[in-house]
T-cell receptor, first 114, second 115 residues
Framework: GDSVTQMEGPVTLSEEAFLTINCTYT??????LFWYVQYPGEGLQLLLK???ADDKGSNKGFEATYRKETTSFHLEKGSVQVSDSAVYFC?????????????WGLGTSLAVNP | DTEVTQTPKHLVMGMTNKKSLKCEQH?????MYWYKQKAKKPPELMFVYSYEKLSINESVPSRFSPECPNSSLLNLHLHALQPEDSALYLC??????????????FGPGTRLTVL
């Protein structure tokens, strides 16, 4: 079945460091891919998405490229801030049928120190 | 505007209480969702409403009862909950766009504690 694998956390970085959070997936066809972020004590926010191969999603300095050949959607940011400390979830939406279920990764906790 | 609102923000209830969680969206979305989330875990889908009809029930215990009064509102009625039901309850909505391209937008959640 469809699945999402994220790198395990927690990830701890210093402010202005480069961030990569790996996400790979298994799915038939061409799913849509998402990154959601959850700040402490809050709900989930859509960070970025890509709906077809080679699409690049971007928002708030974060980027992720839909790579069909490596079945990956890695999240990157060139210079993290303390305010980026949060849990990041990678998710996919299967392409087939009328399934409204998102398939989630386990989440990666990021802590950014000043 | 991609806002989903939820009330209350926090709720503490005893095991014999009856309470309701409320969710509202004004984006014209035709699908609405309830999720349960434990700390630092991914959300678990509970229910999906499409065009105000229940389309998915993920074998949720009957002590959770969803209701969709209209296309903008979603309720979750709670009765005789257990302490293990304590969690963050998230509401989401989506447009019901083409299969696989639908994007879910989440509310801030209700933090539920069952004593």
């Amino acid at each position: 079945g469809d699945s999402v694998t994220q790198m395990e956390g927690p990830v701890t970085l210093s402010e202005e460091a480069f961030l990569t959070i790996n996400c790979t997936y298994t799915a038939t066809g061409y799913p849509s891919l998402f990154w959601y972020v959850q700040y402490p004590g809050e709900g989930l926010q859509l960070l970025l998405k890509a709906t077809k191969a080679d699409d690049k999603g971007s928002n708030k300095g974060f980027e992720a490229t839909y790579r069909k050949e490596t079945t990956s959607f890695h999240l990157e940011k060139g210079s993290v801030q303390v305010s980026d400390s949060a849990v990041y979830f990678c998710a996919l939406s299967p392409p087939a049928g009328n399934n409204r279920k998102l398939i989630w990764g386990l989440g990666t906790s990021l802590a950014v120190n000043p | 505007d991609t806002e989903v609102t939820q009330t209350p923000k926090h709720l503490v209830m005893g095991m014999t209480n009856k309470k309701s969680l409320k969710c509202e969206q004004h984006m014209g979305h035709r699908a609405m969702y309830w999720y349960k989330q434990k700390a630092k875990k991914p959300p678990e889908l509970m229910f999906v409403y499409s065009y105000e009809k229940l389309s998915i029930n993920e074998s949720v215990p009957s002590r959770f009862s969803p209701e969709c009064p209209n296309s903008s509102l979603l309720n979750l009625h709670l009765h005789a909950l257990q302490p293990e039901d304590s969690a963050l309850y998230l509401c989401a909505s989506s447009q019901l766009a083409g299969t696989g391209t639908d994007t879910q937008y989440f509310g801030p959640g209700t933090r539920l504690t069952v004593l």
